[in-house]
């Protein structure tokens, strides 16, 4: 966690008595098995209202508490970010939809992918998987997001760009590698 100045609700206009109602709502969803934990800090100003740890890590029989500092696997919870991230690279001229994504990410219009525009990753057309076909071992090894889209970019499609719909989290992924690029920003 960076290092944030600590404030006391009030002196950020925030109730404290809210903010423990809101925190007692999280501690009964991980007491009643909902979410098994949650980290949250909760920022105004730059500055650090209230900080909270609650429930575990993992729910099996070695279970670790959560800390602060936990960081949690969010996937489809990003999906959004990303889109409306390029949608304002679009807004702004940056990116367009019908944009070849071979001209924007060397290495990917390879194996049939040529005919991928940037529209197809947004709706689930380009014919990528949702999952690579060796994501448990990458994941199982911690292995960094660059490996995973190195894997994208080599991947033969299920089938030709605009021809069918599956679900894709790796077009979403090439998503954030384009955004990535063309924003310098991670």
């Known amino acids: 966690m960076p290092d944030l100045d600590l404030a006391l609700p009030e002196e ?8 423990q109602v809101a925190l007692d709502v999280l501690e009964r969803a991980a007491e009643s098995g909902d979410v098994p934990g949650i980290a949250t800090a909760i920022l105004r100003r730059d500055k650090l209202a209230r900080l909270a740890a609650i429930g575990w890590r993992d729910p ?4 670790l508490p959560v800390q602060p500092e ?10 959004p970010v990303v889109c409306a991230g390029l949608m304002l690279l679009v807004q702004d ?3 367009s939809l019908d944009q070849p994504v071979a001209s924007l990410l060397k290495g990917f219009g390879k194996k049939g992918k040529d005919a991928v525009r940037v529209r197809h990753l947004f709706t689930h057309t380009s014919g990528l998987p949702d999952q690579l076909p060796n994501n448990a071992e990458l ?3 911690h292995a960094p997001i660059e ?4 894997e994208g970019l080599r991947l033969e ?13 790796m077009g979403i992924l090439m998503l954030a590698e384009i955004a990535e690029r063309l924003t310098g920003q991670r």
């Not at 950020?12 to 903010?19: E, F, M, N, T, Y």
């Not at 099996?60 to 279970?63: L, T």
């Not at 936990?70 to 999906?79: D, G, P």
Request: glycine share 12%.
């Open 12 to 19: 950020l206009g925030l109730a404290p008595h809210r903010l």
């Open 60 to 63: 099996g029989e070695n279970r």
């Open 70 to 79: 936990t960081i949690f696997l969010v996937a489809s919870l990003t999906k």
């Open 93 to 95: 001229g940056l990116l």
């Open 139 to 141: 994941r199982a090894r």
């Open 147 to 150: 490996e995973f889209v190195q």
């Open 157 to 169: 499609p299920l089938f030709p760009a605009g021809t069918g719909i599956s679900y894709q989290s």
